[in-house]
T-cell receptor, first 114, second 110 residues
Framework: DTGVSQDPRHKITKRGQNVTFRCDPI?????LYWYRQTLGQGPEFLTY????????KSRLLSDRFSAERPKGSFSTLEIQRTEQGDSAMYLC????????????FGSGTRLTVV | GQSLEQPSEVTAVEGAIVQINCTYQ??????LSWYQQHDGGAPTFLSY????GLEETGRFSSFLSRSDSYGYLLLQELQMKDSASYFC???????????FGTGTRLLVSP
């Protein structure tokens, strides 16, 4: 068990470009969550998966954002046509199931849109 | 929806005790959690309260009063390494996801 891994750790992109982030959860965890965090704020929910099924997507998430978890293992988060307002830390977390008390977070991907 | 309120910053000295409060408004409540996050690091799970009362884990304790929609995190014997941000989070209806507060920055000085 190596914890939750996220790649890349940092990404700088030009406005209008597409970016994709990867998250590898703890192997036996079937719940996977994506959060976004800006400086001085708490993590803000984006979406989550139960195995390969995406069960909820935040209403704050525009159509430019899409997430997948094709085989119920790793997940990807893609942002199309990035905007400066997308600059944030993107955090992935996993948990064993819906009743688990705690999430295990990855170290995040810091996105800077210039 | 859900909303959580925490003080933005708390300062204390090494060896002291500090309490970080959290009040919440939520439709459907299934527990209050606390997370610690050092600058540049990942949030780390500290504690969880589903029922009223105090839960103790080493130097950290967490309290919940469901009737008051209120909880707190108590940190004893403060150490410099406790300087971090602390977030309360509520689980919404049906165990679907955690909603986090804006966080409290704790600064521990010598």
């Amino acid at each position: 068990d190596t914890g939750v891994s996220q790649d890349p750790r940092h990404k700088i992109t030009k406005r209008g470009q597409n970016v994709t982030f990867r998250c590898d959860p703890i192997s036996e965890h079937n719940r996977l969550y994506w959060y976004r965090q800006t400086l001085g704020q708490g993590p803000e929910f984006l979406t989550y998966f139960q195995n390969e099924a995406q069960l909820e997507k935040s209403r704050l998430l525009s159509d430019r954002f899409s997430a997948e978890r094709p085989k119920g293992s790793f997940s990807t988060l893609e942002i199309q046509r990035t905007e400066q307002g997308d600059s944030a830390m993107y955090l992935c977390a996993s948990s064993p199931g819906p009743g688990a008390h705690g999430y295990t977070f990855g170290s995040g991907t810091r996105l800077t849109v210039v | 929806g859900q909303s959580l309120e925490q003080p933005s910053e708390v300062t204390a000295v090494e060896g002291a005790i500090v309490q970080i409060n959290c009040t919440y408004q939520t439709s459907g409540f299934y527990g209050l959690s606390w997370y610690q996050q050092h600058d540049g690091g990942a949030p780390t799970f500290l504690s969880y309260n589903a029922l009223d009362g105090l839960e103790e884990t080493g130097r950290f304790s967490s309290f919940l009063s469901r009737s008051d929609s209120y909880g707190y995190l108590l940190l004893q014997e403060l150490q410099m390494k406790d300087s971090a941000s602390y977030f309360c989070a509520v689980r919404n209806t049906g165990f679907q996801k955690l909603v986090f507060g804006t966080g409290t920055r704790l600064l521990v000085s010598p």
